[in-house]
């Protein structure tokens, strides 16, 4: 008996715990993953790939339309664009074939975005775009719970019905798409 209550005062301290330490972390992800996100969502946020490189290197017309696109995004200069890699998450559909991970400032933030060369030109896919509105939705979200902006709070049920319907936009992969996405190692983010 005493080890029961032991165990569960032991379960109840760590459930606090746990928490407590997700209440601090406000960001995005955090919040994405314990609200509304479908499981199969969470492992699809773009990061900063390095394999499998692209044979051909970058060109200068290939770093404007890089940097237009991320001038569009953040204005601000580009501090960082890593190197090409080929294949994509088969969100970006048939016609992306290569990758790159660039870096933009926009005032005091520093914000990295995956972009996708689809039918030759450098652009945000559909899987980043998402994730940028998913981003934006619970920005809007935390902004309008500040004591400053309760007249235009917006109410949870309001903002789980937005996030359901953003969650409805998701990028879908058709199944043949999926196993050739797999079998070309675009999914690699070491």
């Known amino acids: 008996m005493r080890q029961v209550l032991v165990l569960v005062i032991g379960a109840a301290l760590a459930l606090a715990a746990l928490s407590t330490s997700v209440a601090r972390d406000k960001t995005p992800r955090a919040l994405d993953t314990l609200l509304f996100l479908p499981s199969p969502y969470r492992d699809t946020r773009p990061v900063r790939r390095d394999v499998p490189l692209r044979e051909q290197n970058i060109s200068d017309f290939e770093v404007e339309q890089i940097e237009a696109a991320m001038i569009a995004l953040y204005p601000g200069s580009i501090v960082y664009i890593s190197a090409i890699t080929t294949g994509c998450p088969c969100e970006d559909g048939p016609n992306c074939t290569d990758l790159v991970w660039s870096v933009a400032t926009s005032g005091d933030n520093s914000r990295g975005i995956a972009l996708s060369n689809i039918d030759g030109k450098w652009q945000v896919g559909p899987l980043q ?52 996405d797999i079998r070309l190692g675009a999914r690699h983010t070491d």
């Open 129 to 180: 775009q998402w994730w940028l509105d998913n981003d934006r939705l619970w920005a809007a979200f935390r902004s309008s719970r500040t004591r400053e902006n309760r007249p235009g709070m917006i109410s949870f049920n309001e903002h789980r019905e937005r996030i359901m319907q953003h969650n409805g936009r998701f990028p879908v992969c058709s199944e043949t798409m999926r196993r050739e």
